[in-house]
């Protein structure tokens, strides 16, 4: 990593109120902007969401935020209203409150004398998801957008469902993280000492847990297609660099932007990584000059400069080389393909058979099939990816394709048809390829998920008819990957998941005809390569970093922990999320922050699982500030409804200032 302490143009900082089309709720903003811009008027760079500037995103702010304005960009970070430093109160994720805030804010920056009247947005996770919406939205001075690790399709592919299935994993671990951090206070710095008590209490007292307005809406409606730019791809008329790595549950709205979105206004752009911007140098690798390759982005479609990136490949795509399974990697290797075309004509369907002869075969899997999956969201930590697969192969049944002659490329999203029957009139099914090596060992490739209840659309729950047999199919999840010759291409098929995916609430099993079942792998022809200029990228370059000492529990434990009692047929998952522990900043704050996932089922009992998300974040400044917020969400069901029990306490000083706690149940529509 190379860090630039001097840039072309000196760069001033100053905090800012923005004011929205309410007229009476104003936004916290801090820019990053050239000294003479106000003679000598620059472009501006909006990042926007929850996550508090002033401490949680504030290390990675101080890596990229003064860095484009030291390269002629007014760079700016904004609270959404009712987190960090902002007014208002917390509304749901990606309300009509926050698009159009954020629609303010465009043009508000546009109107500034520092400024050209252009405007960009970037973002990774939440900040890259509104800054497609809003470009949904279309405010005149949006140009251009870089959208990191985001989705186009809210309910589909994001934390809540998959492939019509409840997310056990994230639809409740998400939620309670968002519960605790929607409760942090604004600072007593950024907003007087005698108004963010006030300020505080408003927020909480107006709050309310994602997971009641998720769990109400467990097929694809309106809620969700609100914010779904897949819903009207053409009303995008900014440029978008979409960005996403292999090992981001998001990645496949990366391939959906290239096909959907002009050829003259998009490019796509995946790598091996976390979910994490690629220049931070997070597990797995490689990072790029990802700061650089935006730039670029930036300067053609803001300053009007022929950079030469419209000239790239539509998909620039990492291929994986084979690996033994690990949990974590800190370099992949492979190499960079190009795509002029998406779908691209140098990628063809191979339909292989999952056996032959009329046999069927049953598939019924013990419940706690799943604990090897890895991380919903891996984030760059040591117990992220998922480990050997062999143990949840055993506990599915596997097909497995002869050795391999030859290499075998694959680019794209595969897919799995199967003819089966369903004992029981929910079910869902769960089709994982691995590369099985000569050894035995094997390496999770991509999986897939399908609700049977949601096969003929997410808008709608129809039932199987036990005793028929029908055929289904689904896509798995977007994978760049190289299998060695000598190695298997194994499809294994489980009907159970957890916690990814929440049990239905009865016990069922499949029967599938493998000889009328099959995979379809998206095979790349390597011979495409020849002839094309090789993919290269400038070496990571950042801002100094913020001066930020990390404290480390002197004992933290292990961060994926799976037990079994063996007695009561129990297992039991521990996580530990690491979004980065407690710091010190600068300005003496100190930032202490535990969370704890707790995932439990019995290998025979569905309505066993069971999902708790805790969290602790205190925020302290020498004696004249202490804040603390404690939270507990927790997850269950019967065989007809969810229930949720959250509840959340306040404290200042000491003494609790709010204390709330709620109860839910909603009916089992399709999960």
């Known amino acids: 990593m190379k860090y630039r302490e001097h840039f072309d143009r000196q760069v001033t900082v100053e905090d800012v109120w923005i004011p929205t089309r309410d007229g009476r709720t104003h936004l916290h903003a801090r820019i990053w902007r050239p000294t003479d811009a106000e003679t000598t008027p620059v ?127 994230d639809m409740l671990a998400w939620a309670g993280t968002m519960l605790a951090f929607a409760s942090r206070p604004p600072d007593p710095t950024s907003v007087a000492a005698d108004r963010w008590l006030p300020m505080w209490r408003e927020r909480l007292e107006a709050l309310e847990p994602f997971l009641h307005t998720w769990l109400a809406h467990q097929q694809r409606d309106d809620y969700w297609k609100h914010g779904s730019v897949c819903e009207d791809y ?125 046999t069927p075969v049953l598939v019924r899997s013990p419940q706690h099939t799943g604990l090897d999956a890895g991380r919903f969201f891996p984030f760059g930590n040591a117990s992220d990816l998922p480990p050997d697969q062999r143990e949840e192969d055993g506990r599915s049944v596997c097909f497995d394709s002869e050795p391999l002659p030859e290499r075998v490329e694959i680019l ?37 998920v399908l609700n049977l209840l949601s096969r003929h ?101 292990p961060e994926r922990l799976v037990t079994h009692d063996v007695a009561k047929g129990e297992w039991t998952l521990e996580v530990d999320p690491n979004y980065g522990g407690s710091r010190v900043y600068p300005d003496g704050l100190r930032y202490e922050e535990s969370a704890r996932e707790t995932y439990r089922i019995r290998s025979d009992d569905p309505l066993s699982a069971r999902a708790v998300s805790e969290w602790t974040i205190r925020l302290r400044r020498g004696d004249d500030w202490d804040a603390e917020i404690i939270t507990r969400t927790e997850l269950r069901a019967t065989a007809t409804e969810f229930i949720m029990d959250s509840r959340m306490e306040a404290r200042s000083d000491g003494e609790t200032v709010v204390k709330r706690a709620w109860h839910r149940t909603t009916p089992r529509t399709s999960a």
């Not at 470009?135 to 998959?162: F, G, Q, W």
């Not at 795509?317 to 690996?323: E, G, K, M, Q, Y």
């Not at 400038?538 to 004992?555: G, I, M, S, Y």
């Open 412 to 448: 794209g999203r595969p897919r799995v048809r199967l003819r089966l029957d369903s004992a029981a009139p929910r079910a869902h099914v769960i089709a994982r390829i691995c590369d099985v090596a000569p050894d035995g060992s094997s390496t999770l490739v991509t999986r897939g």
């Open 457 to 557: 659309g997410r808008d709608r729950a129809e039932e199987w008819t036990p005793g028929t047999y029908g055929t289904v199919e689904f896509e798995l999840n977007g994978v760049g990957y190289a299998f060695p010759p000598g190695h298997r291409v194994r499809v294994a098929v489980s009907d159970t998941y957890w916690p990814w995916v929440w049990p239905h609430g009865e016990r069922g099993e499949l029967t599938v005809l493998p000889a009328e079942s099959a995979v379809l792998l998206p095979v790349r022809d390597p011979a495409s390569d020849e002839g094309r200029a090789p993919i290269r990228f400038e070496e990571p370059e950042q801002a100094v970093p913020l001066a930020v000492e990390h404290e480390r529990a002197a004992d933290p434990g």
């Open 234 to 358: 053409t009303a995008i008329d900014a440029a978008v660099l979409a960005v996403g790595g292999w090992n981001d549950p998001y990645r496949d709205t990366v391939l959906r932007l290239v096909e959907h979105l002009p050829d003259d206004r998009v490019r796509g752009l995946v790598g091996p990584w976390s979910h994490q911007y690629p220049d931070r140098g997070l597990p797995p690798g490689p990072a790029i000059g990802f700061l650089q390759e935006t730039l670029r982005w930036w300067d053609q479609h803001l300053k009007d400069e022929d950079t030469g990136i419209m000239h790239e490949p539509l998909l620039r795509a990492w291929l994986n080389d084979p690996v033994p399974p690990s949990t974590s990697y800190d370099v992949m290797p492979g190499r960079w393909v190009g795509e002029s075309d998406w779908p691209s004509p140098n990628v063809s369907w191979d339909a292989r058979p999952l056996g032959r002869g009329t």
């Open 43 to 169: 472009p501006a760079l909006l990042e926007y969401l929850p996550y508090r500037k002033t401490d949680w995103t504030a290390p990675r702010d101080a890596q990229r935020h003064p860095w484009y304005a030291g390269h002629g960009y007014a760079s700016v970070r904004v609270d959404i209203r009712g987190h960090g430093d902002s007014e208002g109160t917390p509304g749901d994720e990606y309300d009509a409150q926050e698009l159009a805030d954020g629609v303010d804010v465009v043009n508000w920056l546009a109107e500034q004398p520092w400024c050209t009247g252009k405007v960009g947005m970037f973002g990774i996770s939440w900040g890259g998801f509104n800054a497609l919406q809003i470009a949904a939205l279309a405010p005149e001075p949006l140009k251009a957008i870089v959208t990191v690790c985001s989705t186009d399709d809210r309910y589909d592919n994001d934390v809540h469902y998959m492939g019509g299935a409840v997310l056990g994993v």
